[in-house]
Every structure is written in structure tokens, then in C-alpha cells.
């Protein structure tokens, strides 16, 4: 199975601030890897799907890179609806299917 | 707009069973592969499991911790995907989440399943 490991799994910052998330696939997945979302109470949402391909309506201040074993999500101006939870996936191999262990980004 | 409604959740006995259902809407549901996803309290997501469309023989594959266990099934004409969970241990309490496509690009509300003597 291919491991994702995400860091860090908690971070605290200002409204403004740039902030940055790191997801390592434990083997090569190409450009498959997708980000996600999840507010408190809500399912979660894909804001990035295919490494950088951000998804309708979601704000341009998301952006995700990276390909192979290391990929990135940036928010590049952190704003209060931002908070919450977010999770990378490698849809690379379908079966199984992972998730990395999640961020809790939350504002000062 | 597409729409994932999931049910069927609730309170059940270790070691006893729950069929949970997904109805679809809004999209070509026969085309899509259809996911399962968990998530425990304060934890993290859990994939517990896909079935593929018919071009692809309606595959299925299971996580590992599952394995055995779950069923994932689908009715095209009805739009709906099935869970069909058995044997069921406390570690299987979450809010299950049926979704669109291996990206998962879209998500149910989720129904919660709680496993508890």
C-alpha cells in the first residue's frame, strides 16, 4: 500500500499569512494526488484534484505542486473561512485508495 | 447539481449487521465508480472500499480492515451504491461517506454508524 504522511499535522497562523502543507507518498503516484478540505461537522471538500488542478469555485489563493513522492498545498494569503482540516489522497493505486493523516490548520 | 444522499446509519451490536445506502443524482451514475469512505470521531479518513462501473465488471476491492466483512454493491437503475456491513466491531463506529470516483470528487453528507454493546 502506499503510505501518505503529511505535515504538520497542526499549524496556527495569522489572517494574511502564507501557509504551506506537505504531503510524501511513500512511492511515486505521478500527479495523482488530490487535496481536500473538511470544516467541523461537514464532509469534506477536493479543492485540488491531479496535483495543481484547482476545482470550481474554490478560491485562487489555493494552490497545490509538486509530483512523484513530494507534493504541496499553499494558501497564499490564509484567510478566516480557511480554517479546518485538510487532508491529502494518492489516487494513484485505487485499491487501496489513502488518505494522509491530516492538518488541523487553525487562525491566531 | 450532483447530489450524494447517504442512509441508513445507526446503533447496532457488536457482531451484528447494517446495509447502508447512497442514492445519486445529478450525474451519469452507471459510469462512475463509486467509493466508500469512513471517518472515526476526531480522526482522520479511512477508504474502506470501491466498486467500478459495468464497462469494468463492477470490480470491487476492500480495505484490508474490512476485507471480508463489508460488501459494496450497486443498483444502476435505481442510482444507488450499497454498503453492506458484517460482523461489526466497535472499531467500525465512524461516519461513512459514499463519494464519486477515485478523486472523489464529490461527497455525501455521510451517515453515522455506531457500534456499541
Known sequence: DIQMTQSPSSLSAFVGDRVTITCRASQGVGTYLNWYQQKPGKAPRLLIQAASSLQSGVPSRFSGSGSGTDFTLTISSLQPEDSGSYYCQQSYSSSPVTFGGGTKVEIK | ?117
Not at chain 2, 437503475?77 to 450499497?82: D, G, H, I, Q, R
Open chain 2, 1 to 117: 447539481e450532483v447530489q450524494l444522499v447517504e442512509s441508513g446509519g445507526g446503533l447496532v451490536h457488536p457482531g451484528g449487521s447494517l446495509k447502508l445506502s447512497c442514492v445519486a443524482s445529478g450525474f451519469t451514475f452507471s459510469g462512475s465508480a463509486m467509493h466508500w469512505v469512513r471517518q472515526a470521531s476526531g480522526k482522520g479518513l479511512e477508504w474502506v472500499g470501491r466498486i467500478r462501473s459495468r464497462p469494468n465488471n463492477y470490480a470491487t476491492a476492500y480495505a484490508a480492515s474490512v476485507k471480508g466483512r463489508f460488501t459494496i454493491s450497486r443498483d444502476d437503475s435505481k442510482n444507488t451504491a450499497f454498503l453492506e456491513m458484517n460482523s461489526l466491531e466497535t472499531e467500525d463506529t465512524a461516519i461513512y461517506y459514499c463519494t464519486r470516483g477515485t478523486s472523489s470528487d464529490f461527497w455525501g453528507q455521510g451517515t453515522l454508524v455506531t457500534v456499541s454493546s
